[in-house]
Every structure is written in structure tokens, then in C-alpha cells.
């Protein structure tokens, strides 16, 4: 068979026949089916992701839906049983009404839930920051210095075990007002599990890390911003942590007793007007709030783990 020259024009011409278009089109059906193909197992992909999501979401949702459920269930057969109980959905009403407006100020003492909340985690904050001051730099001498350790120990197991509000008094008849005696109140509650969590965390440095500070002849300085800082900022954190809810527990029991604007003290103001419903309000705002404190912590104190 003998080769077939073909020119520029001839190709032109054969190009725009109506058999080459046919061909043309043939091969353009055969490309969409390959394209179709591909995206067939493009969506069952990502369908099949999208499925693995919607589980993992319905595992991580059911078991803490079905607890609110059963607490809810407990609630209503509760309240049937005593009158005086609201049931679940004639607090919601009561809730709804309440935070419509949370900041209403119609004197000292009667201003809104928003308020109350505010001025309580003003005190917790006051309270808990002077301990956190005072308690950290505490914990690192203990833990660093043996003799600072075995002076303070009787100290701490005689005062750790006092009730907190068993230290009112004494910040009633020091500061002479109730504000500053709540405030009292948390820190003394609060610096506990920082002195006693940062001391553990610079104990636990290993030897052989203060062996090397030696050989170095590091400065004091040296040694705990280069040794003793990182290595217990994880159990720091972890008091921390701790004496937030601490301290978030002990002003609700504090303001009931020194009365002012606060969350405990518009509990016990409930109570005296008889208002179950908002008292049941304030539980479920007091839990929500110190869950909220919990989680931020928590999340900090994972920022700084070794794990």
C-alpha cells in the first residue's frame, strides 16, 4: 500500500464533512462517559464521608441527649408527685420570661439575672486573681526548697480541711463590709489547690535536670524559667483549674449569707418570695457558668501538657 499525501486544504475539507463530525462527536460522547464515571465515584466518595460524619455525630450526640432526657423524665414524675415542684415546661416559660431582659436595674435590689451573674464573677475573678498570685509563687518555693517545705506543711493540712464559709466571719469582722468579706471568702478557698498542685509539679522535676543546672552554674533565675516553669506548668495549670470551681462554688454560698447583687444572693431572695421556679433557674445558671469556666481552663491546661 502506497502512502497518501494529503495537503492543508484537503485536511480542511475533510475535518468539516459530516463523517469526521460524527467521529469527532463519538469520541466527545466517549470523554462524558469517562467524565460521568468519575464523578459517580467522586459523590459516592464523598457521600460515604459524609455518612462516616452524620455517625460519628449521632455517637457523640446520643448518650448526653439521652441523659437530659432521662433527667427531664426524673423532673416531670417529681413534680406530679409534689405540687410545689414546677415541672420542666412551666420553668422554661419562667426562663423565657426571665431572659428577656437580664439587664433591667430598678435599684440594688431588684435588678436583672444578667446583673446578678456579672457581679458575681466580678468577685470570683477578684478573689481567685489574688490567689492565683499569691499561691503560685508559694507552690514554687515549697516544692524548690525543702526546709520551706516542711515549715509550711502543718500550715496547710491544719487550714486545707476549714470549711469556707467557716472563714466569713473572720473577713466580716477584719474588712468590716460584706463585699470584700466575699471576696475573702474565694481567695482563701481558691489558693489552696495552687500551692499544693505547683508545689507537687516542682518536686516531680527529675534530678538529673538540677544535676545539670549545677554543672552549668545556672542562676536561681536561670533554674526556674529554664527548668522548673516548663516543666510544672502543666500541674500549675491543673490547680488552676481546680480552685475556678472552687471558688465559682464558694460565692454562691457566700453571697446567701453577706447578701448584696449576685447570683447566690438572688437565689436566697427567691426563696424568701417563694419563686421555685426562678430558683430552679439559677441552679441550672450557676452549672452553666461553671461549666463554661471548666471548659476554657481545660482547654488551656492542654495547651501546656506534655501528653
Given at each position: 500500500m502506497s502512502a497518501i499525501s494529503i495537503s492543508k486544504e484537503s485536511l480542511k475539507v475533510i475535518m468539516k464533512s459530516k463523517k469526521t463530525v460524527v467521529s469527532k462527536g463519538s469520541a466527545i460522547t466517549n470523554a462524558e462517559d469517562n467524565v460521568t464515571t468519575s464523578d459517580t465515584a467522586s459523590i459516592a466518595r464523598q457521600t460515604g464521608k459524609l455518612g462516616l460524619k452524620i455517625h460519628h455525630f449521632i455517637q457523640w450526640l446520643l448518650p448526653p441527649a439521652f441523659g437530659v432526657l432521662m433527667m427531664l423524665a426524673v423532673w416531670t414524675l417529681i413534680s406530679y408527685q409534689s405540687p410545689n415542684l414546677?415541672?420542666?415546661?412551666?420553668?422554661?416559660?419562667?426562663?423565657?420570661?426571665?431572659?428577656?431582659?437580664?439587664f433591667y436595674n430598678n435599684?440594688?435590689?431588684d435588678?436583672?439575672?444578667g446583673w446578678n451573674i456579672l457581679n458575681s464573677l466580678?468577685?470570683?475573678?477578684?478573689?481567685?486573681?489574688?490567689?492565683a498570685m499569691i499561691g503560685i509563687p508559694i507552690g514554687f518555693i515549697i516544692g524548690r526548697f525543702e526546709f520551706a517545705n516542711r515549715m509550711t506543711a502543718p500550715v496547710i493540712s491544719l487550714l486545707k480541711p476549714v470549711s469556707p464559709l467557716?472563714?466569713?466571719?473572720i473577713g466580716l469582722l477584719v474588712f468590716k463590709a460584706a463585699n470584700p468579706a466575699a471576696i475573702w471568702v474565694i481567695f482563701i478557698s481558691a489558693i489552696?489547690?495552687?500551692?499544693?498542685?505547683?508545689?507537687?509539679?516542682?518536686s516531680k522535676v527529675p534530678q538529673?535536670?538540677?544535676?545539670?543546672?549545677?554543672?552549668?552554674?545556672?542562676?536561681?533565675?536561670?533554674?526556674?524559667?529554664?527548668?522548673?516553669?516548663p516543666f510544672a506548668l502543666p500541674y500549675m495549670m491543673t490547680g488552676v483549674r481546680?480552685?475556678?470551681?472552687?471558688?465559682?462554688?464558694?460565692?454562691?454560698?457566700?453571697?446567701?449569707?453577706?447578701?448584696?447583687?449576685?447570683?447566690?444572693?438572688?437565689?436566697?431572695?427567691?426563696?424568701?418570695?417563694?419563686?421555685?421556679?426562678?430558683?430552679?433557674?439559677a441552679i441550672f445558671i450557676v452549672g452553666i457558668v461553671g461549666l463554661l469556666l471548666e471548659f476554657v481552663l481545660t482547654q488551656i491546661a492542654k495547651r501546656f501538657s506534655y501528653e
Open positions: 414546677p415541672d420542666p415546661l412551666k420553668t422554661w416559660h419562667s426562663a423565657v420570661e426571665l431572659f428577656s431582659d437580664p435599684g440594688p435590689n435588678m436583672g439575672v466580678k468577685r470570683v475573678a477578684l478573689g481567685f486573681g489574688m490567689a467557716a472563714w466569713l466571719p489552696w489547690p495552687m500551692i499544693i498542685n505547683t508545689a507537687v509539679g516542682v538529673d535536670y538540677m544535676n545539670v543546672a549545677k554543672v552549668l552554674n545556672l542562676s536561681e533565675w536561670k533554674i526556674f524559667t529554664k527548668i522548673l516553669f481546680l480552685s475556678i470551681g472552687v471558688a465559682w462554688l464558694v460565692i454562691v454560698a457566700a453571697e446567701m449569707l453577706t447578701g448584696g447583687v449576685g447570683i447566690g444572693f438572688w437565689v436566697w431572695d427567691e426563696w424568701n418570695n417563694l419563686n421555685v421556679e426562678h430558683i430552679i433557674i
